[in-house]
């Protein structure tokens, strides 16, 4: 269910007759799509934050196998996993104030949900990069090639979340 359909299924009584009158309705509609779009930029920093954790516990076990050689390589990994959590967590999610000039419409709302829901569908690949990692790091070969797999799909969703603000600026 489309997550702005499901939090307006979920408004009490009062809620939604409240929802329903002039100049109210309007403003209730985009504060359920910026809440909508923070509920979803929020399970995807969980899960890319749980990716780092695996990454880490990757770096341990190469550590533990005498593989000081990549530690700086997957150090700088980690750290850029860890600023795309900090980015999907503290990205604008599409508020104006009441005065402010420029306003946020609904459709730059859906645009901003739609590029975030579309971040988890790299979420899958970037599983396959570190399933592949952590087999280099068990069997001792490969591991270069699997961390720069690894960096590739990194700095894919690192581009790709760079251009979400672009992505309302166009709607």
């Known amino acids: 269910m489309d997550p702005v359909e499901k939090a307006k299924s979920q408004m009490g009584w009062l809620e939604s007759l409240f929802s329903k009158l002039p100049g109210i309705k309007g403003y209730r509609e985009k504060e359920i799509r910026r ?37 700086d ?5 980690s750290g850029r996993l860890q600023l795309l959590v ?10 104006a104030g009441f005065f402010d000039i420029e306003r946020v419409k609904e459709e730059e709302l859906d645009k901003l949900a739609q590029f975030d829901e579309a971040l988890f569908e790299e979420l899958p690949r970037l599983d396959t990069a570190l399933e592949s990692l952590a087999k280099a790091v068990a069997a001792n070969e490969g591991i270069a090639e699997a961390i720069k797999a690894v960096g590739s799909i990194l700095t894919r969703l690192n581009e790709t979340f760079s251009k979400r603000l672009e992505a309302i600026r166009e709607a």
């Not at 399970?43 to 934050?49: G, K, S, V, Y």
């Open 86 to 95: 900090d980015r999907v967590k503290t990205a604008a999610y599409g508020y």
């Open 35 to 71: 809440d909508a779009d923070k509920q979803l930029r929020d399970t995807l920093a969980r899960e890319l934050a749980e990716r780092r954790t695996r990454l880490t516990a990757l770096q341990n076990d190469l550590l533990s196998a005498g593989g000081l050689l990549w530690m």
């Open 73 to 77: 390589d997957l150090e700088k990994l």
